[in-house]
């Protein structure tokens, strides 16, 4: 079955930065794209970066671009969230999704597969 699994969330202060990493198994990885989203408590999830299947392709969301970087190794079946000038309002759990439909790779209804999602905290 198919499974995606995240690390790397934990504490960090104002300003440091954080890797997380996306582990799939249990279907073709490099056959789809990936995405990273969040939730903050009482929020809805939202859209952060997608990558396409071959890693040419990225995207962001205004709120992390400059500062985020998605990257995949398809020989590994993983991909990363590289997280710079973290502030306090990127804190949330973050989850890695397979982009299964056709879309713009920015919404949730486009992912079928999910991990569980890992914290991160930005906070001094």
């Known amino acids: 079955q198919v499974q995606l699994v995240e690390s790397g969330g934990g504490l960090v202060q104002p300003g440091g930065s954080l890797r997380l990493s996306c582990a799939a198994s249990?279907?073709?990885?490099?056959?789809?794209?990936m995405g990273w989203f969040r939730q903050a408590p009482g929020k809805e999830r939202a859209f952060v970066a997608a990558i396409s299947w071959s890693g040419r392709d990225s995207y962001y969301a205004d709120s992390v671009k400059g500062r985020f970087t998605i990257s995949r190794d398809n020989a590994k079946n993983t991909v990363y969230l590289r997280m710079n000038s973290l502030k306090p309002e990127d804190t949330a759990v973050y989850y890695c999704a397979a982009h299964t439909r056709v879309g713009s790779m920015r919404y949730t209804d486009e992912y079928d597969y999910w991990g569980q999602g890992t914290q991160v905290t930005v906070s001094s």
């Open positions: 249990g279907y073709t990885f490099g056959d789809y794209g």
